[in-house]
């Protein structure tokens, strides 16, 4: 059976109405130039050859439903023979809670497009109008609203770490998205890049971002609530590339930051339970996740008074333990 796979085409910066305190979508990205329906084939036409995956178009970066609407018909007129004729399951968009209204979604149905994604960041409005989103909270719940009644997959993204947020807000935040039911969640920690609104708080010393242990250690905590209420996390953490190396300053980056989270989760679940000796069993694909880069946790656990012993049962499942 093929794996679910995206055919990425990113818009960047096109349509939002805002200039986020986080948003620099070209260094995100790493796209300067916005596609043409002919890039939009082409990258199409590239993918369907590997023959490896059941593809989505997906149409990331910007607010896809606020660019100009001419613009955006070319796209969807440049992708919409692929979902007609078969060769791919959908569209996939990214837009923003305040630029849905039905007039746009009955488009989007139009034009093959079986999924969104809003980028809700937050559920605090303190915390968005701290970070210059433009929209509140409520805003995030009615367009969920709207479009899980058109019959189009919801997915909805947060953000940890931003200005003005704390872990007592982000995980509150996780239980109004949780009760929202959207089936997708994307999370991203934040990442102080040069040029924004947060690069100048940060060099101004009004704001200190989590690093990527702090953002670890809290979405660690995130991920269980979503997997327990049946809500598939479909990233954490950003892709790697080398803008965002080159120009971050600062906050929740790693080169596999999805396995960070996965290691501290493991860790959790073992300091639930009091100090002593322990025997660990764990699937020996996630034998490298649970003893931490180096060993890191293995320490972590010394110093905190485990001993434990780890045995492989590749009868279980990945990142699943069972303690003795």
Not at 53 to 58: K, W
Not at 104 to 113: A, I, S, T, W
Not at 149 to 172: P, R, V
Not at 315 to 320: H, I, N
């Amino acid at each position: 059976m093929k794996r679910k796979g995206n055919i990425s085409i990113f818009v960047p910066h096109q349509g939002c109405p805002c200039a986020c305190s986080f948003c620099n979508q070209k260094t995100i990205t790493g796209q300067q130039t916005a596609p043409t329906a002919e890039d939009v084939k082409k990258a199409v036409e590239t993918a369907l050859r590997q023959k490896e995956y059941n593809y989505e178009i997906a149409f990331f970066g910007g607010s896809f439903t606020a660019i100009d609407r001419a613009y955006m018909l070319e796209l969807l007129e440049a992708a919409y023979p692929y979902v007609k004729g078969g060769q791919v399951k959908g569209i996939r968009i990214s837009t923003r809670p305040d630029c849905i209204e039905r007039e746009v979604l009955d488009l989007l149905k139009q034009y093959g497009v079986t999924s969104i994604e809003l980028g809700a960041q937050s559920m605090d409005d303190e915390v968005l109008a701290a970070n210059r989103r433009g929209h509140n909270a409520q805003s995030v719940v009615d367009a969920s609203q709207l479009i899980k009644s058109y019959g189009f997959e919801l997915g909805l993204q947060m953000m940890t770490g931003l200005y003005k947020d704390t872990e007592e807000k982000a995980i509150e935040t996780a239980k109004r998205i949780i009760a929202i039911a959207p089936q997708t969640v994307r999370i991203y920690p934040t990442v102080v890049l040069k040029g924004t609104y947060l690069a100048e708080l940060y060099l101004n010393e009004e704001y200190k971002p989590l690093n990527a242990d702090e953002s670890a250690e809290l979405c660690a905590r995130l991920v269980p609530m979503f997997e327990d209420a049946g809500i598939k996390i479909i990233r954490l953490g950003l892709h790697s590339s080398k803008d965002i190396k080159e120009n971050m300053l600062a906050g929740g980056f790693h080169d596999s930051f999805g396995e960070l989270v996965k290691s501290r989760i493991m860790v959790n679940k073992i300091l639930e339970l009091p100090p002593s000796d322990y025997q660990v069993f764990v699937n020996s694909r996630s034998l490298s996740k649970l003893k931490g880069n180096n060993k890191s946790d293995i320490y972590l656990l010394m110093e905190r008074g485990y001993n434990i012993k780890i045995i492989t049962d590749n009868g279980l499942d990945v990142d699943e333990l069972r303690i003795k």
